[in-house]
């Protein structure tokens, strides 16, 4: 992991529109998963270095005046998976946010009171 530079991106804007904390570990367990399943082996030193350039890159993209939000950063993980040639990885990596996706609309479409029942 990165030392935080004084530029680094601190914060993140999740999906729901809180700001939380930047953690990027949750970049190197998104990207290490993604290994995992594409290449059938793990390789946490890969997923650290990709996580690496990924947090490099987001001040410079973001300049430290826009927070990004979970979806800018999950793309510039893709760009990454693909410049440094992990085709196969990208690949589970994307398929894997596009069901992420469709299991969150999925459950806009459930109604509040029946959501209420199963808490």
Same mark, same amino acid.
């Not at 993604?34 to 987001?58: P, Q």
């Not at 990208?90 to 609309?105: C, N, P, T, V, W």
């Given at each position: ?13 999740? +999906? ?10 949750? $970049? ?6 993604? $290994?995992?399943? @594409?290449?059938? +082996? ?20 973001? =300049? =430290?005046?826009?927070?990004? =939000? ?23 990596? $994307? ?8 299991? +969150?609309? @999925? ?13």
């Amino acid at each position: 992991m990165l030392k935080a530079a004084k530029d680094a991106v601190k914060k993140v804007k999740k +999906r729901d529109g809180s700001i939380v904390p930047f953690d990027q570990a949750k $970049i190197t367990n998104a990207v290490h998963k993604a $290994i995992t399943a @594409a290449l059938g +082996r793990e390789d946490l030193k890969l997923a650290t270095r990709i996580s690496d350039w990924v947090t490099r890159e987001l001040p410079k993209r973001f =300049g =430290g005046k826009v927070i990004p =939000g979970v979806e800018d950063i999950q793309d510039i993980v893709e760009e990454a998976l693909i410049e440094k040639d992990l085709t196969k990885v990208a690949r589970a990596y $994307i398929l894997y946010r596009s069901e992420r996706a469709k299991l +969150r609309e @999925a459950k806009k479409l459930v109604p509040k009171d029946v959501k209420s029942l199963a808490e």
